[in-house]
């Protein structure tokens, strides 16, 4: 135990807590990333994780029928992989609307 290798830092899989997103189609009910259901947020750092290569996405397909828009974040990798819907709350627009 004890964590620290010599090779290599060691980054933890932990996403940043400040993301925040909403359900498609419910604007307003914004939530931040650790309120996700559990299954939700693991096909979100699963898709942070991922390498790059692909187009960022607009919105975040959970297996279990949920979708969600990230509406802000400061975390690069989520900022990479995502579109972030900034919404009207904070006067943005939906693009893809
Ligand atoms: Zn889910």
Same mark, same amino acid.
């Given at each position: 135990?004890?964590?620290?290798?010599?090779?290599?830092?060691?980054?933890?899989?932990?996403l940043r807590?400040?993301t925040?997103?909403?359900?498609?189609?419910?604007?307003?009910?914004?939530?931040?990333?650790?309120?996700?259901?559990? !299954? !939700?947020?693991?096909?979100?750092?699963?898709?942070a994780?991922?390498?790059?290569?692909?187009?960022?996405?607009?919105?975040?397909? !959970?297996? !279990?029928?949920?979708?969600?828009?990230v509406?802000?974040s400061?975390d690069g990798r989520i900022l990479d992989r995502f579109?972030?819907?900034?919404?009207?709350?904070?006067?943005?627009?939906?693009?893809?609307?």
């Amino acid at each position: 135990m004890g964590g620290e290798t010599a090779r290599g830092r060691k980054r933890k899989s932990a996403l940043r807590p400040d993301t925040a997103l909403v359900p498609v189609g419910e604007p307003e009910r914004e939530i931040y990333v650790w309120s996700l259901p559990a !299954c !939700c947020l693991r096909s979100l750092k699963e898709t942070a994780m991922s390498e790059a290569g692909e187009r960022r996405r607009l919105e975040l397909e !959970c297996s !279990c029928g949920r979708k969600w828009r990230v509406t802000s974040s400061l975390d690069g990798r989520i900022l990479d992989r995502f579109v972030t819907h900034g919404g009207p709350r904070v006067g943005g627009s939906y693009p893809a609307a």
